[in-house]
């Protein structure tokens, strides 16, 4: 955005992304980039809302002492990419101010919009915490059914036969286990709490070990791949995307799964229906066609895979179904996370 332009503005929306290092530690350059641009600008009786993810405090560390006598707002997005069951327009909205008069003014502003609710909180940081907690809650959650898979998996029983089973209690929320957790919240967000912790002195174990275990999915999903694997038969990973009918391949752990075949020099090739032949060849990874497979991997289980399972599975095809899409034995049978059908 052109200074002049931000200058006529009356408020201002900010949602950059804010993802993590390497080594998994907040980076937050593009909020500090927008606070640098905003620092240009006379922000006198400006609303100022940060809908960025951000830790406790970051809000007001980064955007609070600006130029001018403004008003500042944390308002964190909670999109869901691709779930058209829950648009934007349903989901209600989260604001807390550094002050009454910001909430008051950003609540207005969300009131006029959107038909969804929007719900005041006391702080920048407890708005910030709300989207800690959301996406830890899942993170962790799902950590525990890919843990409560692997046991399954051991003991014969289908996992997700045993979840659809709990969730007919009014108390049980359902997650379901997979080769691992993608996109820019769930597997990100929960960095930036265990690290803001830290500088609390409060230990995260739970939430620790819950990273841990779904990155350590994809694996789980590759020992499988192993266990039917030799030497002259390929595998064809189906789906790069984070999640199902987008083509987000951000932290996904489909493009995670496919390093790791490289790594091992295992022939493969990738399709994915939302990615061009170009965007999977940028990636470093050969694009195949919707035709028979030895060996199927599920990276992604997108709806268009019922209709390409009968061009991709024969007699002969095995299948890793590291989404759970499968319910019933095809080609040769389906291993998948934490039930089998062979």
């Given at each position: ?11 201002l929306?900010?949602c950059?992304?804010t ?9 937050i ?16 009786g ?18 609070g ?31 807390g ?11 207005a ?14 702080s920048?940081?407890?708005?910030e ?43 049980f ?5 997979g ?8 597997p ?66 489909a493009?995670?799964f ?70 019933k ?14």
């Amino acid at each position: 955005m052109e200074t002049n332009v931000a200058r006529k503005q009356d408020i201002l929306i900010i949602c950059v992304p804010t993802p993590v290092t390497h080594q998994k530690k907040p980076d937050i350059r593009a909020i500090r980039s927008v606070a640098a641009f905003l620092g240009g600008i006379e922000l006198d009786g400006k609303l100022v809302i940060n809908e960025s993810t951000v830790a406790p405090g970051m809000t007001r560390e980064v955007f609070g002492s600006l130029r001018g006598e403004y008003y500042l707002v944390c308002s964190p997005e909670r999109v869901d990419p691709g779930n058209k069951e829950k648009p934007v327009s349903s989901i209600p909205k989260i604001v807390g101010g550094i002050d009454d008069n910001s909430q008051l003014l950003a609540k207005a502003l969300y009131e006029s919009v959107l038909d969804n609710p929007v719900v005041g909180v006391n702080s920048l940081e407890t708005a910030e915490m709300v989207k800690m907690l959301e996406n830890t809650y899942r993170a962790v959650n799902i950590a525990l059914v890919n843990e409560f898979a692997k046991l399954c998996e051991a003991s014969g029983i289908d996992v997700v036969e045993v979840i659809n089973a709990a969730k007919t209690k009014w108390s049980f929320q359902p997650h379901y286990p997979g080769i691992g957790v993608g996109g820019h919240c769930i597997p990100v967000d929960p960095y930036y709490l265990v690290e803001y912790a830290k500088k609390k002195h409060v230990d995260l174990p739970l939430v620790s070990t819950g990273l841990r275990e779904n990155e350590e999915m994809v694996d789980h999903v590759l020992a499988k791949v192993l266990s039917v694997y030799q030497k002259g038969l390929r595998v064809f990973v189906y789906g790069l995307a984070y999640k199902k009918n987008v083509k987000d391949i951000r932290e996904s752990p489909a493009v995670i799964f496919c390093q790791l075949l490289k790594k091992r020099s295992i022939p493969f090739s990738v399709y994915d229906p939302f990615l061009s032949k170009k965007e999977i060849h940028d990636l470093g990874f050969e694009s195949g066609t919707v035709s028979t497979v030895d060996i199927l991997v599920v990276g992604t289980d997108h709806n268009q895979l019922a209709a390409d399972a009968k061009k991709l599975i024969g007699k002969h095809t095995a299948v890793i179904d590291g989404r759970n899409f499968f319910d019933k034995k095809v080609g040769k049978g389906v291993l998948g996370v934490g039930r089998s059908f062979v």
